[in-house]
């Protein structure tokens, strides 16, 4: 298995220098590419890192072989193991395996990371992003927002664009049911059911929890100020207190895959779904990809750091048994 940290102890002056020589050739892209229009989509080559997780997979099939963003290819992975990125590779139509992920520097022009465990992502992004190399973070961003935090801040500092997020939060079936909630009035009450692991190994409550915690944010507003974790045996669930006094309790299923939204209101207890179907390529892709093309981030930072100081407090509240303050 190669070390996801090794190769970090490789960056030097020569990623440096790779890094701005790509910079300059996009810059002239629509010179020097023959047929290439101020219309036509720059072409985009995208590395990931990581191939563990099936969303490597994914991204191959929907860039490689449907061919949802026209210019934009995965062309570079790295695994934790190089039967996983064989596996990918096969899968994705990915044609270029790199035995260390700095191999990709002035090679691609934008990166997906996408780790099991949060723990390994921002060590991986880093020196991309101080390459100033746009990055796609997989969900969750990182395991601690002190390090969230400080992996921002540098983001800013080199001018590099970022984000991060749930594709169950970031999809046109959520944003449907925010507007839906706008117009429901007063809501005291919200369950929400989804499956969840507070012992998975990726993580404990980060790995799935983060698709239950997300999209309630965007739902509902990111001022979640305490939570507590309820469990008994395998069985678990949470409370999570908003500043306004609204209570969500989740529900971590065990039996079913699948996320419903339940709540309160003066007409009774009402499902919230989705109005819309999901477009094709999914928001979540078409939002990554303009922050690859121009830099747009479609999340603040701020709210990246708030979804993970929450499944952080809910992951302290497992251990304690208590509530738990959320904190940035």
Known sequence: MNSRRKFLKQVGQGAALSALALSSSSALASKLIPGLTDETPKPLSIGIIGAENSHSHICGKMFNIEKRFPGAEIKYIWGETEAFA????????????????????????ALIVDHRHPKFHLEAATPFVKAGIPTFVDKP???????????LAMAREHGTPVTS????AHSDSTFDIAAQIKTLGEVNNVVRCGPADINSPYGGIFFYGVHLVQ?????????????????????????????????????????????ETYVDTKAGMLELKSRVSETKPERCYRDMVEMFRTGKEPLSHNSILKYVAVLEAMEKSVKSDKWEDVRI
Request: proline share 4%; with cysteine.
């Open 165 to 168: 997020y749930s594709t169950i």
């Open 215 to 259: 999209p309630l944010m965007y739902m509902f507003g990111d001022d979640i100020k305490t939570v507590k974790i309820n469990k008994i045996g395998k069985t678990a669930g949470a409370n999570l207190i908003y500043e306004n006094g609204m209570v969500a309790t989740l529900v971590f299923t065990n039996l079913h895959y699948g996320w």
């Open 86 to 109: 064989r596996k990918a590779m096969e899968v994705g139509a990915i044609p270029n395996m790199v035995k260390n992920p700095l191999d990709m520097m002035g090679k691609i022009d």
């Open 141 to 151: 961003f990182c395991y601690r927002v002190s390090e969230g935090k400080e992996f």
